[in-house]
């Protein structure tokens, strides 16, 4: 049983470290968000590990006045995987990048959440190498151009929601940078879930990829752009929520409403769903033709890994395996 902690504030969660991203970076207000919101768990500091890889994304560890692992590229998942077996009262989250996650760890956070680990995993992607001085990343959208795609890329995009529903995660969810209220709400619930937590962070990158998310940000066209799921409410959008999302023998069509909302046969949203086909399609949903979806995809209970494990009986140890007498013969 984890203890309460005498109440803190976002500023007890601070360090001596110089937080060093460049100025007007994403991650900044990120920092900001989650200290408020481990404050707001009302757990003791002690209680809290962050376990990252490489990358901008990565150096988060140094600023949070908890336990912290600064790990190897992309192994991040793996380590966390080990510290909550190791120890399970741990509030263990991971701090990844669409580079460090996607790309030089992709096997190992696929199989964190394919095992439902007890894991926050917070994959920040701003769709660039933003460590290594803006070369493309598995998230960079067709036709970005960075210092290696200077005539544009020609790779097919990853979806990390996409990929986190296949893996099996319980929750997967996006949110976005300058969305402080959502952020830390979508924040919040991932803390409480047991099981493999998965949210996709979309993160500005001022240097290398500035301006990429403006659509979903800008007040003129966020409206029209972006569409926030609501677990039990219909799938609508725009200016006044004058649109709406349907299906058309299982394609998705945008429709306007007209004040129809009640009888435009429009879908609700269901994040608790025993099977995950409506949260894949909302996932892949891109503009201009379709909204971008924020907010919680899917959250499901599953057998927990590390609960499993201590449950399954005890082997008969190294010594055993040594001792024992199965041999085998190669002709």
Same mark, same amino acid.
């Given at each position: *049983? ?65 336990? @912290?692992?600064?790990?190897?590229? $992309? ?21 990844? @990048?669409?580079?460090? @996650? ?40 067709? $036709? ?13 995009? *990853? ?9 099996? &995660? ?13 952020? &830390? ?47 039990? +409410?219909?799938?609508?959008? @725009?200016? %006044? ?17 007209? $004040? ?12 608790? &769903? ?23 995809? +899917? ?24 001792? %024992? ?7």
């Amino acid at each position: *049983m984890i203890e309460k902690a005498a109440t803190l504030n976002a500023n007890d969660f601070d360090t001596d470290q110089e937080v060093r991203w460049c100025p007007s970076c994403g991650d900044y207000a990120i920092l900001a968000v989650l200290k408020q919101v481990l404050a707001d768990l009302g757990l003791p500091r002690e209680r809290f590990a962050f376990v990252s890889g490489i990358g901008c994304a990565s150096r988060l560890p140094y600023y949070l006045n908890t336990f @912290g692992f600064h790990t190897l590229a $992309g192994r991040a998942p793996t380590i966390a995987t080990g510290l909550k077996l190791a120890c399970p009262d741990l509030s263990v989250w991971v701090i990844t @990048g669409d580079g460090d @996650g996607l790309g030089h760890g992709l096997n190992h956070l696929v199989h964190a959440m394919r095992r439902n680990v007890d894991l926050k995993i917070l994959l920040f992607n701003n769709e660039v190498h933003g460590l290594s001085k803006g070369q493309f990343s598995p998230t960079s959208r067709l $036709g970005t151009r960075t210092r290696s795609s200077p005539q544009g890329s020609i790779e097919q995009p *990853m979806r990390p929601l996409e990929l986190a529903l296949s893996a099996g &995660a319980t929750f997967v969810a996006r949110t976005i940078d300058v969305d402080g209220e959502h952020l &830390a709400q979508t924040l919040r619930r991932a803390a409480d879930h047991r099981g493999t937590a998965f949210v996709e962070i979309y993160q500005n990158c001022k240097v290398f990829n500035d301006g990429v998310f403006d659509y979903a940000t800008d007040k003129t066209t966020k409206a029209d752009n972006v569409l926030y799921l609501e677990h039990g +409410r219909p799938l609508m959008f @725009g200016k %006044d929520r004058t649109r709406g999302l349907v299906l058309r023998e299982l394609d998705p069509l945008v429709i306007e409403l007209d $004040g129809r909302a009640e009888t435009a046969g429009l879908p609700h949203h269901d994040e608790r &769903a025993a099977r995950p086909t409506m949260a894949h399609l909302l996932a892949g949903l891109t503009g201009p033709e379709f909204p971008e979806c924020f907010g919680v995809f +899917r959250v499901v209970e599953r057998p927990v890994f590390e609960l499993d494990r201590a449950a399954a009986p005890a082997d008969d140890g190294i010594e055993q395996l040594f001792a %024992d007498d199965d041999m085998w013969s190669v002709e």
